[in-house]
């Protein structure tokens, strides 16, 4: 395992932006790329929040349906039953 490259507060290399992004637009997972770029994990974490990377909603099947659903004005109940959500899901998700 090597050794993180933001140990000691200091700044990441401008050159790892770019394969930190291209690989985790391949993968689709901070933390493999993370690892296999060597960055500290809290480092890509940041990174790809800060780029507007939803990476904590990849996991939850029907959340994007259900969210253009409330949009248009259909109640929680009807959403998350059409997308298949338990009912605390959909309120969370709301």
């Known amino acids: 395992m ?25 993968v689709g997972s901070v933390s493999p790329v993370a690892r296999e770029l060597g960055l500290n994990l809290n480092t890509a974490f940041t990174l790809a929040r800060k780029a507007g990377v939803t990476y904590g909603h990849l996991g939850q099947p029907g959340r994007e349906e259900y969210l253009k ?8 109940r009807e959403a998350s039953e059409r997308v298949g959500a338990h009912p605390r899901t959909a309120q969370d998700w709301d």
């Open 2 to 26: 090597g050794v993180a490259r933001t140990v000691g507060g200091k700044r990441l290399d401008p050159e790892l932006k770019r394969p930190f992004f291209e690989r985790l637009d391949a």
């Open 69 to 76: 659903l409330r949009a248009r004005g259909v109640s929680r």
